[in-house]
């Protein structure tokens, strides 16, 4: 496999002079408004939290990192298109997928353009360990071909998936796990797919407005989020998937869960909102912006969500970032 070795050439420093703790109630993280769409954001611990994003057009991928209580921008070295979706397996070992098959892989200095047998969009990236990754893809329009690839510690090889039932499937977005045999994706028209670790399975939760992300904290405490007019969430709990689609809920991005009773939800219109997973009842409800938030995510100190103003496609291209303290109910 041939690769492109870069190196970060320099952190820039855009936020407040001085870090400060996390406030427990939701306000800007720092001023994104200059940083491009944020797409995801992930890190292994307080430490260190990425963000990912970029610009449209012209596609521009850029990754921001939370250190100290500060948000610096990455000069990764290397142009890339759009990136979509960020994981890892520590400080040093952080995956970021994008546009047009990008992949890139690195320990916050050096970093990797990996080779990948796609030049599809990839939506989401997940893995049980650093030699086990997947991600998912597609472009969802018609022509768009729903992608799944997996790097196996040597190379990143595409997976052959059973034929959809579902019609008119042109692009997974989000995969996630709790083991290399217990694999869920998400996508297009609410297509669901899960791996057992010899087979895929096609399920079925009665929704046909595509779903987007999802999250879980054991293989039977597992919820996924969608629709584009009116959030859809869906539950695994281990015997059957359950769904409710709240009246006046707006489309919903972002999911992540920190316990195994609390979902924690972000969207169109600037929604954050927790649900009760057992009865998928709203716990409480906040529009701090206008703007979209399209994830979410807690790193044990903060809980901090990402986004942009989506519904401008030709630019400019704004990015928003919100956190406050984690709690122990999260």
């Given at each position: 496999m041939s690769s492109i070795r870069v190196s970060c050439l320099a952190f820039v420093l855009i936020a407040c002079p001085s870090p400060s703790p996390p406030s427990d109630e939701w306000a800007p993280a720092f001023d994104?408004?200059?940083?491009?769409?944020?797409?995801s954001v992930w890190g292994p611990s307080p430490a260190a939290v990425y963000a990912v994003g970029g610009d449209n057009q012209p596609s521009r991928g850029t990754v921001w990192r939370r250190e100290a209580?500060?948000?610096r921008e990455v000069s990764l070295g290397v142009e890339t298109p759009l990136l979509n979706w960020v994981t890892g397996f520590g400080e040093d070992d952080v995956v970021i997928v994008g546009n047009r098959g990008t992949v890139l892989r690195g320990d916050g200095t050096t970093w990797e353009r990996q080779e990948t047998p796609t030049d599809q969009d990839l939506w989401g990236v997940w893995g049980?360990?650093?030699d086990d990754v997947w991600a998912v893809g597609g472009v969802p329009f018609m022509g768009g071909i729903p992608t799944v690839i997996r790097w196996d510690g040597v190379a990143w090889r595409e997976v052959e998936l059973p034929e959809l039932v579902r019609a008119n499937v042109f692009a997974f977005f989000k995969v996630w796990g709790t083991g290399p045999s217990d694999v869920w994706i998400v996508g297009q028209r609410g297509v669901l797919?899960?791996?057992?670790?010899?087979a895929w399975e096609e399920?079925?939760?009665g929704v046909d407005a595509d779903l987007i992300s999802l999250w879980g904290t054991r293989p039977d405490r597992v919820a996924m989020v969608g629709g584009r007019g009116n959030g859809w969430i869906v539950t695994w709990d281990g015997a059957e998937l359950r769904r409710r689609q709240p009246p006046g809920l707006p489309g919903l991005?972002?999911?992540w869960m920190g316990s195994d009773d609390v979902i924690h939800v972000v969207g169109e219109q600037g929604e954050i909102a927790t649900f009760d997973f057992d009865s998928l009842e709203m716990i409480d409800e906040l529009f701090p912006t206008t703007l979209t938030f399209h994830a979410i995510f807690g790193d044990g100190e903060r809980l901090t969500t990402v986004g942009g103003n989506f519904s401008m496609p030709a630019g400019p291209f704004r990015g928003v970032a919100y956190d406050r303290a984690q709690r122990a109910s999260d």
């Open positions: 994104a408004t200059d940083a491009g769409w944020l797409l209580g500060r948000w049980s360990g650093p797919l899960h791996w057992d670790g010899s399920r079925f939760a991005n972002g999911v």
